[in-house]
């Protein structure tokens, strides 16, 4: 089984075919004004466009409008739904679409009772704790998460990965899926190619034991 690969935070078309051509499995955007990687729809579509056949456009977004996500979905009808904000189970749900449920880890959240809360998640993407939303570009304690195989859902391991720790984290934890954004950045929000590449080499390295 493979590690799958989500890349985030992508604004430029060049970046985007540079996560194709080295083998992600999702590609996302931000909807977030907060954020330096927000995004507009209209871009968003375009690069979404730009993708390949069998990779997967991520729409990522925190309590957002409801009409907004479906003016997301109209645009970009493959589009995969990413909650990272305190959006509801109900909320989350009523899309009708597949999505995926970022999950902010810290002592006392157990993953276990938000994968109880959040049953049609088709992922739970773990991060680590911020008072805001969004990335920090650090990692948290892995030992808070149960053992593979516990959850309902596909588990995404996310929060301060990189080139030197992928495959580390790949090893220890066996997630379904690793996703990256600041990690595969020159500067807060700007893209590398050479990033992007590595990144991708070590998560397929690992999986076939080249360590």
């Known amino acids: 089984m493979r590690t799958r690969i989500k890349l985030c935070g992508f604004q430029t078309e060049e970046t985007v075919r540079a ?5 992600a499995d999702a590609v996302g955007f ?18 979404a466009r730009c ?17 907004f996500v479906r003016s ?11 909650f990272h904000g305190d959006e ?16 902010r880890m810290k002592e006392g959240v157990d993953l276990l009772q938000e994968s109880q809360k959040f049953q049609a998640a088709q992922a739970l993407l773990v991060d680590s704790w911020s008072e805001a939303y969004g990335g920090t570009g650090h990692t948290f304690d892995w030992s808070l998460l149960p053992k593979a195989g516990e959850l309902k859902q596909a588990l995404v391991l996310s929060g301060g990965l990189e080139e030197s720790n ?14 990256v954004s600041s ?13 992007i590449e590595k990144f991708c080499r070590a998560v397929h390295k690992a999986d076939a034991g080249l360590l």
């Open 72 to 82: 997301v979905i109209a645009e970009i009808p493959n589009v995969l739904l990413q």
């Open 19 to 23: 996560a194709v051509q080295a083998g």
């Open 30 to 47: 931000v909807f977030y004004p907060s954020s330096p990687r927000n995004i507009d729809l209209a871009q968003a579509a375009h690069l």
């Open 88 to 103: 509801s189970a109900d909320f989350c749900e009523s899309f009708k679409r597949p999505f995926i449920k970022a999950i």
């Open 51 to 67: 993708m390949g056949a069998w990779q997967t456009p991520v729409a990522l977004f925190v309590n957002p409008e409801a009409d």
């Open 183 to 195: 990690g595969i950045e020159v500067a807060r929000g700007v893209k590398s190619v050479e990033k």
């Open 166 to 179: 992928v495959a580390q984290a790949i090893v220890a934890l066996k997630p379904y899926g690793v996703d």
